[in-house]
């Protein structure tokens, strides 16, 4: 275990911005707990970034833990297909508002019989399998990236562009989430074997490990990438840069044109918790049914859980002897991007990195919204350098054209200058709204 | 599950803030522009601290009446907290001539908060001018055209017609320039009566003199090294528009030295009496940093610094009292100009298509 002083205490950010992490601290050196399947549980038919799978079981029917029961291959390969996360029998098809795009769709209610978790697909011999063997058990195990994009794995690795670099996105910036750290401490060694797989799949030698973790800090780990020659780079305590387009900057120094991907520029990320599925996928046949995560709220502070796809957050909260009552809202996700959800019945699904509770004591910091001082902080901290202020004045005023000279498509969400206004002033929903005024104008 | 029942509050994200709020930040800065008023009260004596409370009294007076009729009516408050027109109320006092009568500072002060805080962001939801400065323009200009009075410094004009004596582009020293050593016995007087100091034995230097301690000019000049060390403080601390700062000191100083090289006599002389003068110093930190009224893009920052450090330049050439002040306030009306020319190019973008 290391001690207190190894871990990085806040991030810095662009114009000295301080951001505090102690609560990720806590939870670092918190084993997972296995948190035990649900009465029902409820599936997402769509947890990816694609389009919506279609049922592939109709109610009354038994279903096996892992066993396939959404999909769509006619949409296109953006598609990825769900699995039951437990044995049992469909006990509804039904339309519930969608915790992420907020719309009412479809979710498969499952009854669970038991906690049985066989996989259900054969394993592959990763050396004796072809690369299209490995690609088709991507998409067909339902792998997605991990780190909250749901962006589908099979796609990235499949990549047919010159690339020269896989980088590895273990950077965890979200300030209360640590379970891709625990992860790298309890299954380094798959997850090792998971990055050797996307390498072989993307076909190519040069594999970056990029971390914020200090040498030390995760010593067997760093152990195995030394054993298996992969490159650590230490990349420097700050929040923004974990985003994918910034880690690229930060590591290759190249900059990923505006609306494009890092393939453009050679390059493909893939979270480290994606790196530990896709050999769960390969190795054992496991569906991405299950996935860590971590809850933190001040009531029962940081715990990394080992969590199925489609538990309800109450049950979770249960499950660790707290009642869900006496939350006043929850986030589902990091404290600084999930969004929230109305009440407790909502499922952990695939892009769930944590649940951050706050209890009724704590009130928002954005509740006392105040006039703007145009103090500048917002564009300062900004880490792709656009000015999140003049956007909320051109939305305001629904100037599209200047919300296009402002670049407001470029905003990647990050939520920084909402952290740092001193006016409590919530700018990231502008900026969302721009960029859908913005995409709409185009259409 | 029912479809529609909400147990929690919805909220968009984020859900963390980085705790330093607006509020904090006014009291903060409030706290640091007392050390400069102390220093001034230490320097010029208690007629420095009725001014600056005058200032503030008027200002708090105006602000409370507001608030109460707020309250009544059932409105929101404009200010939940007295830290901004404290703020407010703090830049007028330090804004003042010592020599200018109290009811010309309460003037300003009335001027600021009614018209130019209150008035200037309820109709343009907005400042647009800083409101002490602009205020400030507006009240000594006004005396100064007025013909029928009589033009002794108690009657806070902006021009004086002794000072069209001096002329402070001659080549030579400007040491020997036409009533600058007038001026500068002004500024460095023997003692600090406040202490019971009387009677200094150590002769200071112009230069010295405009540095250390002035006990003539704007009251927040009084000490241009107790303002350089508060303000560097200040901006390093609560995040001032720094650049504006750097490139106003930067230009103000590369052109005394040119114009010094040109002219000849003491660089370091010309450098002290255009940096230093009056409050020339006081206003670079803060009051051409006030946010709303300056520009927000980095580069649109640096263009106001360097633009505002020529006009203030030339208008104390040509001895407008309050140059600098004067010049702020054009400034402020160029700013939504320059905030459109000085975007910077986002990531992902090539320069070409940087500019908004």
Known sequence: MPKKDEHIHHFKEEGGFEMDISMKKGSIDDPFTEVPPADKMIVFLRQHIGKETKPLVEEGASVKYGQKIGDNQDAGPM??????????????????????????????????????KEPYYNPIDPDKASRKELLDRMREGGIVGLGGASFPTHVKLSEERDISHLIINAKESDPNLACDVRL??????????????????????????ATRTKKGEVPKFERFLERNDINITRIRPNYSVGSERLLVKEVLDREVPSGEFPPAVGAVVHNVATAYAVSEAVIRGESLVSRGLTLYSKKTGGRNLWVRMGT???????????????????????????????????????????????????????????????????????????????????????????????????????????????????????????????????? | MKKEESTYKMEKPPHLHIGLHKNELMWKTFLMMCIIALASVIIMGLEALIHILVAI???????????????????????????????????????????????????????????????????????????????????????SIMFFLEDPLDTGMLFHTHHYDWFIIEFGSLANADGFKEAVGFFSRDSIS?????????????????????????????????????????????????????????????????????????????IAFHVFTGSVIFLMFFMATEPQSTPMPERSQYIFGMTLAILTFVLQLLNVLGGSVIALVILNMATPYLDKIGIKTPYGHKESDGGA
């Open chain 1, 79 to 116: 598609v990825v297909p769900v699995h039951s996360p437990v044995n049992g029998t469909v006990e509804e098809i039904k339309k519930i508002k969608h915790p992420i795009s907020m719309e009412q769709e479809k979710a498969v209610i499952i009854k669970t019989e038991d906690e049985g």
């Open chain 1, 184 to 209: 790298m401490m309890e299954k380094g060694e798959d997850m090792i074997k998971g990055i050797k797989l996307m390498a072989k799949m993307l076909q190519v030698n040069n594999i970056v490990f």
């Open chain 2, 57 to 143: 009294g008027t200002v708090l007076i105006v602000n409370s009446s507001i608030y109460s009729y707020q309250v009544w009516k059932g409105k929101e408050p404009t200010y939940e907290s007295p830290a901004s027109p404290l703020v407010a109320g703090m830049i007028v006092g330090l804004a003042m001539p010592i020599a200018g009568p109290y009811e010309v500072t309460a003037g300003v002060a009335l001027l600021t908060i009614l018209v130019f805080k209150y008035g200037q962001g309820r109709y343009f939801k907005r400042k647009y001018l800083n409101p002490a400065a602009t205020s400030k323009v507006l009240l000594l200009g006004l005396l």
């Open chain 1, 312 to 443: 309800p957050v109450s049950h979770v909260l249960q499950n660790l002897g707290t009642s869900p009552e006496i939350f006043d809202r929850i986030a589902i996700g990091s404290i600084m991007m999930g969004p929230t959800i109305p009440n407790p019945s909502y499922p952990i699904m695939k892009a769930t990195s944590g649940i951050t509770a706050f209890t009724h004591s704590e009130s928002s910091p954005y509740e006392k919204q105040k006039a703007c001082i145009r103090c500048g902080y917002c564009n300062t901290v900004c880490p792709v350098d656009i000015y999140p202020q003049m956007i909320m004045e051109a939305e305001k005023k629904n100037n599209i054209d200047r919300l296009k000279k402002l670049h407001v498509e470029d905003c990647i969400d990050c939520g920084l200058c909402s952290y740092v206004c001193p006016s409590d002033i919530k700018l990231t929903p502008y900026l969302r709204r721009g960029q859908s005024k913005v995409k709409k104008s185009k259409d």
């Open chain 2, 194 to 270: 406040i202490l019971g100091i009387y009677n200094v034995e150590v002769e200071l230097t112009a230069a010295q003199g405009l540095l250390l301690w002035q006990t003539h000019g704007w009251i927040g000049g009084a000490s241009s090294v107790v303002v350089l060390i508060v303000g560097t403080v200040s901006a390093y601390w609560l995040r001032f528009k720094w650049r504006i700062i750097a490139s106003m000191l930067t230009t103000m100083t590369v052109i005394s030295v040119a114009t010094g090289l040109y002219l000849g006599g003491d660089p370091i002389l010309r």
